[in-house]
């Protein structure tokens, strides 16, 4: 059996950290454990050792706990194999479909995720109720940015390919807390979105650990990333930029809609 624990970091970037822990062995892995302190004491509460560290790119803001949780816990650290030169200290560098085992019960494959940087991955646990550790690539509600190294039309190319592979039911466990922003931008373009809307009341009232677990069919009716074909999308693009022909493909408007949320 797989177990998530989610933590967050409170600061002013709305850090997500996870360990992802096996009943059986009591090992765990911390996924971008920027506040490595939090996920030890996190991982101690329980019982766990933390014997394994994943980032999913080489954003300070990922990596930048390593060092302390590693000589805290004697834990390897595994990456992306062309981002280990730039994080430095990785023990293991991963590639698409490699598998990252956790103790007897815990498995995660990796995702080849380029798009917001173009050494970045994914994690997705195979289980009964799947879960996809996106790192920076996906948000709830979002999408990452391109400007610390990345590319739109490759984030696009991303973003449909994990349209096309993940069930409905995968719970979404995002690098960041960047909900109520988010929803904010899809009712920029979407006014008419009611479940945004309501979704946006809520989380207005909630801190990143209170907020929902979203999974891939929330995503597609709340992420304005995920409704390329929506005609109020479109609509809506082609007053902010009129030269986006009238039936647009589904990679005009994604890069639309990347420009926009830049500067929005």
């Not at 990922?62 to 302390?68: K, L, P, R, S």
């Not at 609509?235 to 408007?253: A, D, I, M, Q």
Request: hydrophobic share 40%; charged share 20%.
């Amino acid at each position: 059996m797989i177990i998530v624990e989610r933590i967050w970091a409170n600061n002013p970037l709305r850090n997500y950290h996870y360990l992802v822990a096996c009943s059986e062995s009591g090992e765990a892995l911390a996924i971008d454990p920027l506040d490595w302190q939090a996920c030890l004491q996190q991982a101690q509460a329980h019982g766990w050792r933390i014997t394994q560290i994943l980032n999913t790119h080489e954003h300070h803001d990922h990596i930048g706990g390593n060092d302390a949780l590693v000589r805290a816990t004697g834990a390897r650290v595994l990456a992306h194999a062309d981002a280990a030169a730039r994080i430095g200290g990785v023990d293991r560098g991963l590639r698409a479909g490699d598998v990252v085992r956790v103790g007897h019960s815990a498995e995660l494959e990796c995702l080849d995720t380029p798009g917001h940087t173009m050494a970045h991955l994914c994690a997705l646990a195979h289980a009964d109720a799947p879960a996809l550790f996106s790192g920076d690539t996906l948000f709830n509600a979002g999408v990452g940015n391109c400007r610390g190294g990345g590319d739109p039309e490759t984030l696009f190319r991303t973003c449909s390919a994990l349209l096309a592979r993940l069930a409905p039911d995968t719970r979404l466990y995002p690098g960041h807390d960047y909900l109520l922003n988010n929803l904010g931008f899809t009712l920029h373009i979407e006014p008419d979105n009611a479940e945004a809307a309501a979704r946006r009341e809520l989380a207005r009232t909630r801190n990143g650990l209170e907020a929902p677990l979203l999974t891939l069919a929330d995503e597609l009716r709340l992420n304005t990333f995920f409704r390329l074909a929506e005609p109020t999308v479109i609509e809506g693009l082609r007053t902010r930029f009129p030269t986006l022909s009238v039936k647009p493909n589904h990679r005009e408007v994604f890069l639309a809609l990347r420009q926009l949320r830049n500067s929005w």
